[in-house]
């Protein structure tokens, strides 16, 4: 498993998170997903042969937030 941190941009509250967290969570390959509204992060463990960063950094962008 391969473990990142995402930056992540225009999360306000506690819905966003939950937002960020379901669609990462629904990736093939992801495990462990944490989402910090705190520190405007999410950590996640993914399988690099099933998911890519790409891919999860689409999905957050796709849900309307912003990776840096
Ligand atoms: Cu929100």
Not at 9 to 38: F, I
């Amino acid at each position: 498993m391969q473990h990142i941190i995402l930056n992540i941009t225009g999360m306000t509250c506690g819905g966003c998170t939950n937002s960020v967290t379901r669609v990462l969570s629904a990736l093939p390959g992801v495990g462990k997903v944490n989402v910090s509204l705190e520190h405007a992060n999410a950590e996640v463990e993914f399988d690099p042969t099933k998911s890519s960063i790409e891919a999860l950094k689409q999905a957050i962008e796709t849900a309307g937030f912003e990776v840096s």
